[in-house]
């Protein structure tokens, strides 16, 4: 079946400091779409990726698609404490498939 | 964005008993209500998917028979954990969306079940 794998696990990094996750699917997907939760909290959506190659802009967050549609990261920039909290992404291989999650990166940002 | 609600946000049973969680969608109808599991620091992992008025597809692994799943109607989708042990403890989130919807799905709070 299908499997997303992310990496990396587990992310430290300083107040102002990069970030970026990876996500690479078995599978090619028809969408990925990236969740962020916070400790305690539900997975809350931040966006979906739809098109081979896509790149879309929130703020400081890059998303982006692979050309074959089998991986995606989400990057960003200059982080602040208000970012920490469990990134995942969730790939679809059908429109209205099921998701299925990748095992998230865990992301503190220290002040 | 779409609400779903999730009940209760936190449960402790005795171990042997049953414990019923519910989803609602509280401002559009949920044709299709997915059920998960969370470990801590872990990914979510589908326990089953349910159409209104139709059985639950279980995921491979997941007994049908202590996790009853029924998704009566369009706004609500009940997960009655059956004779739970602690090994059931866990995080239950639902999550919905319509038939039309594809852009994403709507997630509950979260019950996190603590079986003593």
């Known amino acids: 079946g299908q499997q997303v794998m992310q990496i990396p696990q587990y992310q430290h990094v300083q107040e102002g400091e990069d970030f970026t996750t990876y996500c690479n699917s078995s599978?090619?997907?028809?969408?990925i779409q990236w969740y962020k939760q916070r400790p305690g909290g539900h997975p809350v959506f931040l966006i979906q990726l739809v098109k081979s190659g896509e790149v879309k802009k929130q703020k400081r967050l890059t998303f982006q698609f692979g050309e074959a549609k089998k991986n995606s990261s989400l990057h960003i920039t200059a982080t602040q404490t208000t970012d920490v909290g469990t990134y995942f992404c969730?790939?679809?291989?059908?429109?209205?498939?099921?998701?299925?999650f990748g095992q998230g990166t865990i992301l503190t940002v220290h002040p | 964005g779409a609400v779903v609600s999730q009940h209760p946000s936190w449960v402790i049973c005795k171990s042997g008993t049953s414990v019923k969680i519910e989803c609602r969608s509280l401002d559009f109808q949920a044709t299709t209500m997915f059920w998960y599991r969370q470990f801590p620091k872990q990914s979510l992992m589908l326990m089953a998917t349910s159409n209104e008025g139709s059985k639950a597809t279980y995921e491979q692994g997941v007994e049908k028979d202590k996790f009853l799943i029924n998704h009566a109607s369009l706004t609500l989708s009940t997960l009655t954990v059956t004779s739970a042990h602690p090994e059931d403890s866990s995080f239950y989130i639902c999550?919905?969306?319509?038939?039309?919807?594809?852009?994403?799905?709507?997630f509950g709070q979260g019950t996190r079940l603590t079986v003593v």
């Open positions: 599978t090619t997907l028809s969408n």
């Open positions: 969730a790939g679809r291989g059908t429109s209205y498939g099921k998701l299925t």
């Open positions: 999550s919905a969306r319509t038939g039309t919807m594809v852009t994403e799905a709507f």
